[in-house]
């Protein structure tokens, strides 16, 4: 089986940390994992992207072009990707930020209010680990064992004082 992803957002929102722990996550499952940053030449604000492939079988080409899954992180990357999301796919929204909704009746979405969600519960900066655990959550990828650990790997030792928050987070977004 192979699952397609696309996380997609502004600079600074934390698309591609996101889109590590993912493939973290892929490689504790033993699966084939392809991860390909996309972003603007801005340092914050800009467009940014990144696909994620999870395989039980060699992956041909790391760009998803029609993800099974899109989580959309703001109104720019949804009015771009929501129509690519395959017949059955998944469509994650912040809703926060995107006041819209998909008119797609063959695909499941679910609308979070992730960035509220974070400043309501002291977890700024961490809309992306709650709208990961959403996607966890309504997935059924992985257990929380394996989350845990990914993220371990993925937050730089200069950053460690924020993997206890970015647990917080996403156990947050699991129980949305």
């Known amino acids: ?88 796919g998944l469509l994650l929204a912040d809703s926060s930020l995107i006041e819209i909704k998909s008119e797609r009746g063959d695909i499941t979405a679910h609308y979070v209010p992730v960035t509220q969600m974070a400043t309501d519960h002291d977890l700024d900066g961490l809309a992306n680990m709650i709208l990961l655990g959403k996607l966890l959550a309504v997935t059924g990828l992985c257990g929380g064992e394996v989350v845990e650990a990914a993220l371990k790997k993925s937050v730089p030792p200069r950053k460690a004082a924020l993997l206890e928050a970015n647990i917080r987070a996403v156990k947050l977004g699991w129980r949305s």
């Not at 490689?27 to 039980?56: F, H």
Request: with cysteine; net charge neutral; aromatic share 8%.
């Open 1 to 88: 089986m192979t699952t397609q992803i696309l996380l997609a957002g502004f600079g600074g929102q934390g698309i591609l940390f996101t889109g590590k722990v993912l493939s973290y996550i892929g490689m504790a499952l033993e699966k084939q994992v392809s991860w390909l940053p996309s972003y603007g030449p801005e340092m914050r604000g800009g467009t940014a992207n990144c696909s994620v492939i999870l395989s039980d079988e060699s992956i041909g080409s790391p760009i998803v072009l029609k993800p099974d899954i899109l989580a959309a992180m703001n109104l720019p990357s949804f009015h771009r990707f929501a129509q690519d999301v395959k017949p059955g």
